[in-house]
């Protein structure tokens, strides 16, 4: 199974501020990775796709980027609106596989 | 709009069973891929189960496969998951969820509980 390795764990930025996530998969799955949002109660929300494609709403402050078997998440100014936990997703090979997910909190 | 509602969920004994629904509109079911999810209370997500989109080929991970049963009738645009030998580790939310070639899980129902207790 492909793990997916998810840091950090939690993380409080200030509102404006850049934040990045970051998923090392245990292997190559070339651009197969996902970013998904699940605000408080609610159920998750796609992001990203393909590793570096906005999903169609989401606003521009939110991109992906890939760097060998390194994939990360930025957002370039800090909303309130973007606390909430973030997934990444392996669909390389089955069985799918989740990060482990990173609480965001506004400072 | 895309919607999947999702229904079955409750309270079930250790090693009874219980059947998921999902019924899917706003989009051609029979386009897509459709899977379940679940998440464990506190926890974070986990892949369940896949079909593809004409139903002739299903997908498990080992912590299921055996127990669950992935199934869908295009004709009704549902989704189902049959659960069989549930377990205490099987207490969690299960979204419905869609996805393609492209995008592996693009949308996600609102989810439904599923608790596993005596």
């Known amino acids: 199974d492909i793990q997916m390795t998810q840091s950090p764990a939690s993380l409080s930025a200030s509102l404006e501020e850049i934040v990045t996530i970051t998923c090392q998969a245990s292997?190559?799955?070339?651009?197969?990775l996902s970013w998904y949002q699940q605000k408080p109660g609610k159920s998750p929300q796609l992001l990203i796709y393909?590793?570096?494609s906005l999903a169609d709403g989401v606003p521009s402050r939110f991109s992906g980027s890939r760097s060998g078997t390194q994939y990360s998440l930025k957002i370039s100014r800090l909303q309130v609106e973007d606390i909430g936990i973030y997934y990444c997703?392996?669909?390389?090979?089955?069985?799918?596989?989740f990060g482990s997910g990173t609480k965001l909190e506004i400072k | 709009e895309v919607q999947l509602v999702e229904t079955g969920g409750g309270l079930v004994q250790p090693g009874r069973s219980l059947k998921l629904s999902c019924v899917a509109s706003?989009?051609?079911?029979?386009?897509?891929?459709m899977s379940w999810t679940r998440q464990a209370p506190g926890k974070g997500l986990e892949w369940v189960a896949s079909?593809?989109?004409?139903?002739?080929?299903?997908y498990y991970p080992d912590s299921v496969k055996g127990r669950f049963t992935i199934s869908r009738d295009n004709a009704q645009n549902t989704l189902y998951l049959q659960m069989n030998s549930l377990r205490s580790e099987d207490t969690a939310t299960y979204y419905c969820?869609?996805?393609?070639?492209?995008?592996?899980?693009?949308?996600w129902g609102q989810g439904v509980m599923v608790t596993v207790s005596s």
């Open positions: 292997q190559d799955i070339g651009n197969w």
């Open positions: 079909i593809t989109n004409s139903g002739g080929s299903t």
């Open positions: 393909g590793a570096t």
């Open positions: 706003g989009f051609t079911f029979n386009n897509y891929w």
């Open positions: 969820t869609r996805g393609d070639l492209v995008v592996p899980i693009d949308y």
């Open positions: 997703l392996q669909a390389y090979s089955a069985p799918l596989t």
